[in-house]
Structures are given as structure tokens and as C-alpha cells.
């Protein structure tokens, strides 16, 4: 089983920036080819942020983050990063690092950050 962490997250003023890092562990991890960000606010359902492939080719983005955030990963380190800039308050989210095989659902979950956007 793979298991995730995430880190980075904080309180930044609007305009500001973050850099969200998902640690992966577990023998499995190569096969989990998926890795992907999600967010939470308060009294909303969670939603899609950004995904990215094994290979890093395949990049999908939330509209309403493309063009300010970037995903990354490395997979010597097992490592996924969002890179946040042009942070607003509606950013302001529970940020869930999650991971997939190809064909299924995400069915591994970090215990998410807190990043607070201030006005």
C-alpha cells in the first residue's frame, strides 16, 4: 500500500505563494501512476486541483488554477509538488494530495494541509 503526506501549507496573503510537497511511501508506489491534488473549503465538496501522469506528460489542471499553479513530480524522490502563486482567498482549502492506478479511482489519500489565503 502506498501511503501520502503532505506538507507546505500555511496562512500567505493574497497575491502570495506556496509550495505544497505529497511525500509517497510504500512498495507499491510505481504502480500508483496517478498522482493528483484536491481541495476542500469549508462547507464544500471537495474538488479536482491539478493531476499529473508517471511520466509527467500528462498534466491536468482545475480551471480556475491554470495559469497560477503547477504540478511536478519526482519519482526518484517520490514526490508531488504544487507550486501556488497568485494565491486568492477562494483559494483557501483543505489541499489532499491523492494517488491512482491508471483505470481506477483514487483510493489513497494524504491527511491534507490547511492553506489560508488572508485579504
Known amino acids: 500500500q502506498v501511503q501520502l503526506v503532505e506538507s507546505g501549507g500555511g496562512l500567505v496573503q493574497a497575491g502570495g505563494s506556496l509550495r505544497l510537497s505529497c511525500a509517497a511511501s510504500g512498495r507499491t508506489f510505481s504502480s500508483y501512476a496517478i498522482m493528483g491534488w484536491f481541495r476542500q473549503a469549508p462547507g464544500k465538496e471537495r474538488e479536482f486541483v491539478a493531476s499529473?501522469?508517471?511520466?509527467?506528460?500528462?498534466?491536468l489542471y482545475a480551471d480556475s488554477v491554470k495559469g497560477r499553479f503547477t504540478i511536478s513530480r519526482d519519482n526518484v524522490k517520490t514526490t508531488v509538488n504544487l507550486q501556488t502563486n497568485s494565491l486568492k482567498p477562494e483559494d483557501t482549502a483543505v489541499y489532499y494530495c491523492?494517488?491512482?492506478?491508471?483505470?481506477?479511482?483514487?483510493?489513497?489519500w494524504g491527511q491534507g494541509t490547511q492553506v489560508t489565503v488572508s485579504s
Open positions: 491523492a494517488s491512482r492506478r491508471v483505470g481506477r479511482e483514487y483510493d489513497v
Open positions: 499529473i501522469n508517471w511520466s509527467g506528460r500528462t498534466i
